[in-house]
């Protein structure tokens, strides 16, 4: 058993209307040190993979498949043991 890690950000080239008012409300609470902030996703997957390079294929498989609009959307993944 596997552990699959997602993390998923907007493409730079994409507009981040949360992040953007996250932004904003930490500039009225007199954070002025941020500078832009981005919001993206974090998704974990179990895996019952043979070895963790199967895991890690299958964890790419799925988020081609479902969990990452490649459109819009950039990921990375990491693989643990379960």
Same mark, same amino acid.
């Given at each position: 058993?596997?552990?699959?890690?997602?993390? @998923?950000?907007?493409?730079?080239? +994409?507009? =981040?209307?949360?992040?953007?008012?996250?932004?904003? +409300?930490?500039? =009225?609470? $007199?954070?002025?040190? !941020? /500078?832009? !902030?981005? @919001? $993206? /996703?974090?998704?974990? +997957? /179990?895996?019952?993979?043979?070895?963790?390079? /199967?895991?890690?294929?299958?964890? =790419?498989?799925?988020?081609?498949?479902?969990?990452?609009?490649?459109? @819009?959307?950039?990921?990375?993944?990491? @693989? +643990?043991? $379960?």
């Amino acid at each position: 058993m596997f552990i699959g890690k997602v993390k @998923i950000t907007l493409k730079s080239s +994409v507009l =981040d209307p949360q992040g953007s008012t996250v932004k904003k +409300v930490l500039h =009225d609470m $007199g954070e002025d040190l !941020v /500078k832009d !902030v981005r @919001i $993206g /996703k974090y998704i974990e +997957v /179990k895996i019952d993979s043979e070895n963790e390079a /199967k895991a890690k294929e299958d964890l =790419d498989r799925l988020c081609q498949k479902l969990l990452v609009n490649q459109v @819009i959307e950039t990921y990375s993944t990491e @693989i +643990v043991k $379960g």
